[in-house]
């Protein structure tokens, strides 16, 4: 009988993370470093899956989508433009006993318009490190940006951003994108790759870090389209969720108002999952206006308008930004594949991960270290790489038992057993993850069984 346990704690996704190689604590061996974190072999694969299932489905497979890799560090006043420099901050708090600084909306547990409302509510909040009441210095904002500098000499005129958002390379690359794409509204510019925060209080394992990946599309839009394209893009967030395996029950739909809107948007909505400590933000769904393509306009001093040849004139497009985090998709995925069962009164921890999402679609497992096993246990890895896309991994160490118990912990779909009736009768047992049925297939057959 199986049987999803109703909530799996975060310590227990954390551990699991771990001890099979998907995500390690950075620079672990020196104590770590708070906020950010190692993908080990794993949480690598898995990474990548999420990430070619969502560029396949957003870019390769959409005509009016193009892709981009732009640079992590840009010209500094690409963020003074986009407002970043001024107004991405977030309000902090230290605490005056134990120095420990603290995002005051955090703490007092709400967001508040003005930095002096927070006062009053801070004297009935206990310090989360030291446990003292109301002891706080002055409420003050802190950038989020992470500072660095160009060149050899360090002033001001060295200084440069890691980049906070993906979005402002594309921005900044709007005019050269539709002059080489000749592309035309509706259209889509779509990127994945690292952005930077220095959070205040990163926390919650993968959801809060420091250094992260962002999967963002910024969709080009008719002004007066923007509202109908918000709608479209809502849905198509929300259903692809599900294809990467994500349980419909954990997510539910969360609008921002005006004190949680980023400082470019009209209208944002979040789909949040319900992940072990709270309902909480995965995806951002955005209307950004003509906020970006017009301060850059200004900043740069380059025309990024579009001529509308159906009203035979030039007009600034509006954007509908759908923005996800890979480490919080990550995380929501382990956290929907986790399933305890017991089997024959032993507990069994399997990831139902979502077909291709798991690290490794087919294990080999050849029964014993006997040398005609090995042979056949090869050839059969050699050639389900060669002839197919899987990912496929060897492992002969340990009792079967163990290997499966390994396997199902890191959600590979199918194992191959190799036995010595393999060596008399040419087929193999292969294991489902999901059922445990054992079926057996000739080995000629198994591309093709693998792949139905
Ligand atoms: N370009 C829009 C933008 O950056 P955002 O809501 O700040 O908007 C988009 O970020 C997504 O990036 C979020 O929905 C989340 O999945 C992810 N994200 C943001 N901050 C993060 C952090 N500190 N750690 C992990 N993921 C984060």
């Not at 310090?127 to 500098?149: D, H, L, P």
């Not at 809107?261 to 909505?269: E, G, I, M």
């Not at 789909?271 to 017009?294: H, Q, V």
């Not at 001529?307 to 035979?312: A, I, Y």
Request: hydrophobic share 35%; aromatic share 10%; net charge negative.
């Amino acid at each position: 009988m199986s049987q999803k346990e109703e909530s799996v704690s975060l310590e227990t996704l954390v551990s699991l993370a771990k001890r099979r190689g998907f995500v390690f604590p950075a620079s672990g061996i020196y104590g770590g470093i708070f906020g950010f974190y190692d993908y080990g072999p794993y949480g690598a694969q898995m990474a990548r899956n999420l990430k070619d299932a969502w560029w396949d489905a957003f870019v390769r497979s959409v005509p009016n989508i193009h892709g981009l890799d732009s640079a992590i560090i840009q010209n500094p006043k690409l963020w003074e433009a986009s407002g970043h420099v001024a107004g991405f901050n977030d309000p902090m708090v230290e605490c005056k006993e134990c120095h420990a600084r603290h995002r005051v909306d955090h703490l007092v547990g709400k967001e508040m318009d003005n930095l002096v409302d927070y006062t009053s509510l801070l004297k009935e909040v206990k310090c989360t490190v030291c446990g003292k009441i109301g002891q706080y210095g002055e409420v003050k904002t802190f950038n989020m940006m992470f500072k660095t500098s160009i060149g050899a000499t360090e002033d001001s005129e060295s200084i440069a951003y890691l980049r906070p958002e993906t979005a402002g390379g594309i921005f900044a690359n709007f005019d050269q994108v539709l002059e080489t794409t000749r592309a035309k509204l509706p259209f889509g510019i779509a990127q994945i790759g690292k952005a930077f925060r220095n959070e205040i209080s990163p926390r919650e394992f993968l959801f809060r870090v420091r250094e992260f990946e962002q999967m963002e599309i910024e969709y080009f839009v008719h002004p007066e389209d923007a509202e109908k394209e918000l709608e479209n893009w809502k849905q198509i967030a929300w259903d692809w969720l599900k294809v990467v395996g994500l349980n419909e029950d954990n997510l539910e739909w969360h609008q921002h108002d005006d004190a949680e809107k980023a400082h470019y948007a009209a209208d944002s909505w979040d789909i949040n999952y319900a992940y072990p400590f709270g309902s909480k933000e995965l995806w951002g769904i955005a209307n950004r206006t003509d906020y970006d393509l017009k301060a850059h306009s200004e900043g740069s001093g380059k025309d990024l308008t579009y001529f509308d040849t159906v009203k035979n004139e030039h007009i600034t497009p509006y954007v509908i930004e759908p923005s996800i985090g890979v480490s919080r998709l990550i995380l929501a995925a382990l956290h929907s594949a986790y399933t305890e069962e017991e089997v024959k009164g032993e507990k069994r921890v399997v990831l139902k991960l979502a077909k291709g999402i798991s690290p490794v679609d087919v294990a080999i497992l050849p029964l014993s270290k006997k040398p005609e096993l090995q042979k056949v246990a090869h050839e059969i890895y050699a050639k389900l790489v060669s002839d197919t896309d899987l990912t496929v991994e060897y492992d002969e160490t340990q009792s079967i038992g163990k290997r499966y118990r390994r396997q199902d912990e890191i959600g590979t779909p199918k194992c191959i057993t190799v036995d010595f009736e393999t060596l008399e009768d040419q087929a193999v047992t292969i294991r489902d993850r999901d059922t445990m049925e054992q079926k057996r297939v000739k080995v000629e057959a198994l591309t093709a069984a693998l792949q139905a």
